[in-house]
């Protein structure tokens, strides 16, 4: 009987420590999923002529971005060891082999957004913004994101 209640035990202690790392990869994958919305689903389709260019809406997604990209340190501070289930992108372990250097990825990233923010006023503009962004982002996705499908 307290073999089987131990073993239950473990089960269960397995059980949730795998439920809170996917916990933590969720959390990682809707914080990116946050940042990409107004990246990508705004100033991406902006800049390739798939939406009407939108002063307002153009600001309020690099005001989305600033918001969103100090959180990333944080919520990646832990590794969780797995990927979301049916996630197209992933974290690679290099995040946590040199947290450094993904650390020090995040700065640059911060300091393009305000750099262009208030200076975007028409297409050619944002298209200059957008890819100093992007280029910003892509220094970091390069290394340590990971395609899943």
Known sequence: MIRSVLVAAAILLGVTAVSAQQDIAEQ??????????????????????????DQAAIDAALVQLEENVGKIANVFAVNPKEDVFGADYGSSQKIWQNKADFDSKIPPVAKAIADVKGKIKDADSLKAAYTTINDRCNDCHETYRVKLK
């Open 28 to 53: 990682q994958d809707k914080l990116m999923k946050t940042l990409a919305r107004p990246m990508y689903g705004v100033l991406g389709r902006t800049v390739r002529g798939q939406s009407a260019y």
